[in-house]
C-alpha cells in the first residue's frame, strides 16, 4: 500500500450505521507514535469522541476495532486483533482480545482501524472488501448460534473462508457479558457483544488483497529471524504447544491458584481427577487462532457421547474450564465441555457466565432467590445437569438468567439480603479463575485494571511473585520473582506498575501476550516496530506507551463516575479460605491492601485519591478534559 506511515495500512475506517455511510480517514503520524495502535489508540480514540455519561448501550455509543502495527500473521503472535467499548458491565472502559485472521485481513484491506457509530434501524451485516464497504440485511440471522451465523455469512457473501465477526442471541438480547466470536475464539470480556447487539449489527466480514511493508525489509527479517529463534529455543513453547492453558489445572490448584466454590477456596482435590478425564476424554489435539501462530496452543476439544455430547471444536481454555468445574463445584468435565461449547454458540463469556452461575448456587443455598427463580431449579453446588441449561436461559434471558444476565454485581442489588458480600467482581466484572491468594501482585492488578477484574488485561501478575515469570523485564527494573515472597505486600506496588505496563505493549502492538511467556520481549518488539515503522522504538518508548493508555483509560474511568471505591477487592478473595490445602495458611491473607494500594499509587504518580496528577498528565502529553 502507498502511505505517508511505514508499517501502518495508513486509514481508519468510519461507519455510521443510521445513516449507512461510510468514510476513510488518514492517520496522523504524530498521534500514531504517541499510541502505536490497539488498545493505546482505541483508548485516544473512545476518551475524545464518548463525553460522560454515554449509556454504552446507546446509539451515541462506539466501537473500535483496532489492529496494531505488529498485527501481521508473519510476526509471532501477530494474529491479534482488539476491541474497544465503553463495557456494559462495568459502566467504564472495555477491551478485549482475540486471535484472528481478521486482524490481517483489515490491514490488508487498508484499514488499521475501525470506528462504528450510530444505530441501525434493522439487523444489518458489514462486509469490507478492499476499500468497499457494503451493509446487508440480516433480519434472516436472527437468532443463529455463532456458527451458522458466521456459515450464511459466508455464502450470502461467497467466499466461504472470509473471516468474520458475529454476535450470538446472547448480543441479540443485551447480555451485559455477550462475547463477539471469531468462529471458535472470542472476544470475551465486557460486553462487546452487546454493544453490537444495541446497534443492530450482527456480523462484520473482512477481505483484504493490499500489502503493508517494513521501511527496513533486511532490518526486519533480522528481527524476525531473532524472534522466532527465541521461541523456538524456550522451553515453554513445547510446554505451551502441547498442554496448551489447560497445563496448568493441576499445578494452579497446588498453589493455592483456583478458585473454588464461588471463591470460598483457592485450591480443589478434584482437580487431578478432572484433569485426567480431560486428556484421556476429551481433548483431540491442538491448534492455532491464527494462521502462522509458533506456537499453537489452542484445543481441539469434543464430548463423544452420552447427555453432554458435544462436537469437536476449538475453546476449552484454562478459565473457561476452571469457572465451569471448580467455581460450581462441577465433577463432570464433559458437562464443563459442553456448557463452553454453548457460551461460545451463544454468544457468552465464559467466565462471567461459570461466575453468574457460582454466585446463582450460593444464593439458592443462602435462599435468597425467592422470586427471582421462577422455574425452582435445582441450584444444588455440583449439580452438572444444570449448567447447560443456565447457560441457555442466561442466553435468553429466560427465567433466572435475566437477572444474571446483567452480572453479578446488578443481580446482588436486586436480591438483597447480603447477596452482595459473596458477588465477586471488580468495576462490575467477574472474578476469573486465578486467585491473589497464591501471589498478592494479583490482588493489584484485579483491583487497577482498568476494565475491571481481569487478570490478563494487562497482566497476569501472580505469574511473577508465584509462577516466577520475569518476562525479561528485569533490565528495566522489575525485581527477579526468584528472591520474591509471593505472599509478601510491600514492594509489590512498583512492580505491578512495571508488570502492567511491559504486559499491555502486546495489546498495543496487535500480538499474542503469550509470546511474552515463551522468550519475547519488549526488545524483540522494539526491533520488530523500528524496523517495520522507521522510526527508533526502544523497550522503554514501548513503556511510555503503554503507560501513556493506562493512563487515559483510568481518566476515561473516572469520566464515567469510578473512584479510588473501584480499585478495592471484594474481601472474600484476599481471606482465610474455608476449606482446602490452604485453610490454615496464615500467610496467604492478605493484611493490608489499603496500603498496597497507596504504593502502586504513589508509584504511578496518582494522588492518594487514584487520580492522577496533573505533574503526571503533562508528562505523558495528554491533556484531559
Not at 501462530?293 to 481454555?317: M, S
Not at 524496523?531 to 522503554?540: C, F, K, P
Not at 481518566?555 to 474455608?578: C, V
Amino acid at each position: 500500500m502507498v502511505h505517508g506511515i511505514k508499517g501502518y495500512a495508513g486509514k481508519q475506517l468510519r461507519i455510521d450505521l443510521a445513516s449507512r455511510t461510510f468514510r476513510a480517514e488518514p492517520l496522523d503520524p504524530n498521534v500514531l507514535q504517541k499510541y502505536l495502535g490497539g488498545v493505546a489508540y482505541g483508548a485516544r480514540l473512545l476518551y475524545d469522541e464518548l463525553g460522560a455519561g454515554v449509556d454504552p448501550l446507546s446509539p451515541e455509543s462506539k466501537i473500535v476495532v483496532a489492529t496494531g502495527p505488529l498485527s501481521l500473521n508473519k510476526i509471532p503472535g501477530g494474529g491479534s486483533l482488539e476491541i474497544c467499548f465503553k463495557s456494559p458491565a462495568t459502566g467504564g472502559w472495555g477491551e478485549a482480545r482475540v486471535g484472528t485472521d481478521l486482524a490481517e485481513e483489515l490491514k490488508k484491506a487498508g484499514y488499521d482501524f475501525v470506528i462504528i457509530e450510530g444505530r441501525a434501524d434493522a439487523p444489518i451485516i458489514l462486509s469490507i472488501l478492499d476499500g468497499r464497504v457494503s451493509f446487508f440485511p440480516a433480519s434472516h440471522l436472527l437468532g443463529l448460534m455463532t456458527s451458522r451465523k458466521a456459515e450464511v455469512i459466508r455464502q450470502d457473501l461467497g467466499d466461504p473462508s472470509v473471516p468474520c465477526m458475529v454476535i450470538g442471541p446472547a448480543g441479540e438480547r443485551l447480555v451485559r457479558f455477550a462475547s463477539v466470536m471469531f468462529d471458535d475464539r472470542a472476544c470475551g470480556r465486557g460486553g462487546a457483544g452487546a454493544v453490537m447487539g444495541s446497534k443492530n449489527l450482527l456480523g462484520v466480514a473482512v477481505r483484504g488483497h493490499g500489502t503493508v511493508e517494513p521501511a527496513d525489509p533486511e532490518a526486519f527479517a533480522r528481527a524476525l529471524k531473532a524472534a522466532r529463534a527465541a521461541i523456538r529455543e524456550n522451553p515453554a513453547s513445547s510446554n505451551l504447544r502441547k498442554n496448551g492453558t489447560m497445563g496448568d489445572y493441576v499445578g494452579n490448584s497446588v498453589v493455592g491458584d483456583f478458585p473454588t466454590k464461588n471463591w470460598q477456596s483457592n485450591s480443589w482435590d478434584k482437580a487431578e481427577d478432572l484433569y485426567d478425564h480431560y486428556v484421556g476424554n476429551n481433548l483431540v489435539r491442538n491448534g492455532s487462532c491464527y494462521r502462522g501462530c509458533p506456537v499453537a496452543c489452542g484445543r481441539i476439544v469434543e464430548v463423544k457421547g452420552g447427555r453432554f455430547e458435544t462436537p469437536r471444536h476449538g475453546g476449552a481454555e484454562y478459565e473457561s474450564l476452571c469457572t465451569f468445574t471448580a467455581y460450581v463445584l462441577n465433577e463432570d468435565m464433559d458437562a464443563a465441555i459442553r456448557s463452553t461449547y454453548l457460551c461460545n454458540e451463544f454468544g457468552i463469556d465464559t467466565i462471567s457466565t461459570g461466575a453468574a452461575i457460582g454466585f446463582a448456587m450460593e444464593a439458592y443455598e443462602k435462599g435468597l432467590l425467592g422470586e427471582h427463580d421462577p422455574d425452582r431449579l435445582d441450584l444444588r453446588w455440583g449439580n452438572s445437569d444444570l449448567l447447560p441449561i443456565l447457560v441457555e436461559k442466561i442466553s435468553l434471558r429466560q427465567g433466572l438468567g435475566d437477572l444474571l444476565a446483567d452480572g453479578v454485581k446488578a443481580a446482588a442489588a436486586k436480591i438483597g439480603g447480603g447477596a452482595a458480600d459473596f458477588a465477586v467482581h471488580v468495576k462490575g466484572l467477574e472474578g476469573p479463575a486465578h486467585d491473589p491468594r497464591s501471589g498478592k501482585a494479583l490482588a493489584l492488578t484485579y483491583g487497577t485494571a482498568n476494565r475491571g477484574m481481569c487478570h490478563i488485561h494487562p497482566v497476569e501478575a501472580m505469574a511473577w511473585d508465584c509462577g516466577k515469570a520475569n518476562f525479561g523485564l528485569i533490565p528495566y527494573g522489575l525485581p527477579d520473582p526468584q528472591h520474591v515472597d509471593p505472599w509478601a505486600e510491600a514492594g509489590k506496588g512498583p512492580a505491578v506498575k512495571l508488570l502492567q505496563e511491559g504486559l499491555m505493549s502486546p495489546d498495543i502492538l496487535g500480538t499474542c501476550k503469550f509470546m511474552m511467556y515463551v522468550g519475547l520481549t519488549l526488545d524483540h518488539w522494539a526491533a520488530l516496530l523500528s524496523a517495520l515503522t522507521g522510526w527508533t522504538i526502544t523497550g522503554n518508548d514501548l513503556l511510555r506507551a503503554s503507560e501513556r493508555a493506562t493512563n487515559l483509560q483510568r481518566l476515561f474511568n473516572l469520566r464515567s463516575g469510578m473512584s479510588r471505591d473501584d480499585d478495592l477487592i471484594p474481601p472474600r478473595a484476599i481471606s482465610r479460605p474455608l476449606f482446602g490445602a490452604f485453610r490454615d495458611k496464615e500467610g496467604c491473607v492478605t493484611k493490608d491492601y489499603p496500603g498496597m494500594l497507596r504504593e502502586y499509587y504513589l508509584a504511578r504518580g496518582w494522588d492518594e485519591q487514584g487520580i492522577p496528577t496533573p505533574a503526571k498528565l503533562a508528562e505523558l502529553e495528554i491533556v484531559p478534559d
